[in-house]
């Protein structure tokens, strides 16, 4: 989804880092072979969440929703060696191709003489799976299901610490949290009273930024 003028998006991609070739490739592949490869998280958020993930340097990361694996290949790029990602989503369709990306990333950096990391891809449904993980994460990026955006918010304040960063993916849905909800809409009512949580729990230092389709910053205090 693109809110700014076409012209002012362009240059701002081109004036940003380009992705590196492992997701060029990725994404071409998704697009051959994948339904729906509008879902990826694409070049120019993919390298925003590269420099988020570069800042906080997370040890262990969660992701919910992983599809085809871009976007947590991007957040891997901010993780130190050794670190751990955990990646959830309930199509196991893509596994096979997903883990040949994380695999084909660590050989990349062990050609460097760094990595590995540690990418464990769980298969399920998100809310059954989030409250057994152990242990608490440094990073949560949440980009499944819409209408479980509440459930899965409640459960990663169980598994968070201080310092903690969460990341929410498609928190405008497409512009439709500004227009009036329509009857048989059941993400745009939830996607609200997500991003009034996010804004509103004293837990939480709230930013939400107005790239691509919309995409908070929450700090745990």
């Known amino acids: 989804m693109f809110f700014l003028p076409k012209n ?12 590196p070739v492992l ?9 051959q072979k994948v339904l ?18 570069q800042l906080v340097t997370p040890k262990r990361v969660l992701e919910i929703g992983t599809f085809t694996g871009y976007s947590a290949l991007c ?28 695999e084909k990333y660590n050989r990349e950096l062990e050609s460097t003489g760094k990595g590995p990391i540690h990418f464990s ?22 980009d499944a299901d819409k209408p479980n955006y509440i459930t899965y918010f409640h459960q990663i304040m169980e598994k968070v610490h201080a310092g903690s960063l969460i990341i929410s993916d498609n928190v405008l ?22 991003n009034r949580l996010l ?10 930024l107005s790239v691509r389709d919309g995409l908070t910053l929450s700090r745990v205090i």
Do not use: C
């Open 8 to 19: 002012l998006d362009e240059y701002i991609v081109s004036h940003s880092q380009e992705e």
């Open 23 to 31: 997701l060029q490739d990725l994404t071409r592949e998704t697009y």
């Open 36 to 53: 729906q490869p509008i879902m990826l998280s694409g070049a120019y958020q993919g390298r925003v969440l590269s420099m988020i993930s």
């Open 75 to 102: 957040l891997a790029e901010g993780m130190p060696n050794g670190a751990e990602l955990i990646t959830i989503d309930i199509n196991e369709e893509l596994e096979e191709l997903t883990s040949s990306y994380f």
């Open 121 to 142: 891809q769980l298969i399920g449904d998100a809310t059954e799976i989030i409250p057994g993980l152990e242990g608490s994460f440094d990073l949560v990026f949440i």
């Open 173 to 194: 849905w497409h512009g439709k949290v500004v227009e009036p909800v329509q009857k048989k809409d059941s993400s745009t009512p939830v996607l609200l009273e997500y």
């Open 199 to 208: 804004k509103e729990d004293p837990r939480l230092q709230t930013v939400l």
